[in-house]
């Protein structure tokens, strides 16, 4: 197991997300967390259905009511607990998650 400190669970503001790059094991990846209170969701920035990074507009990575994760790409809608696709063109396909833990104030990805 390989674990790295990804930032201070409040440099996620509550209720929103914010991208990140970090090493996952021997590789670097861009991956972007969501926090909802003191949990927190980590995922691989790469939309399943063409590999595009979510947040390619800049606009951010959840939708105008923060409810869901949105590729602005092409408008797809992931669930944010779970990273399933409910609307767009990759429905049911999932986002691939990052096995995180927050402790001590501090959110880590562990590589596995």
Do not use: W
């Not at 409040?10 to 861009?30: K, N, Q, Y």
């Not at 209170?37 to 951010?60: Q, T």
């Amino acid at each position: 197991m390989n674990e790295t400190t990804l930032c201070a669970l409040d440099d996620i503001p509550d209720g929103g997300s914010a991208g990140f790059v970090t090493a996952l094991g021997e590789r670097r990846a861009a991956v972007f967390a969501v926090r909802q209170g003191d949990a927190v969701f980590v995922y691989e920035n790469s939309c399943p259905h063409i590999g595009s990074p979510l947040d390619s507009m800049a606009r951010g990575f959840l939708n105008d009511d923060e409810t869901h994760i949105e590729c602005d790409t092409h408008g797809a809608l992931f669930q944010i607990e779970d990273g399933v696709c409910i609307a767009g063109p990759c429905a049911g396909d999932v986002l691939s998650a990052v096995t995180s833990e927050v402790r001590n104030g501090k959110v880590f990805v562990i590589a596995t």
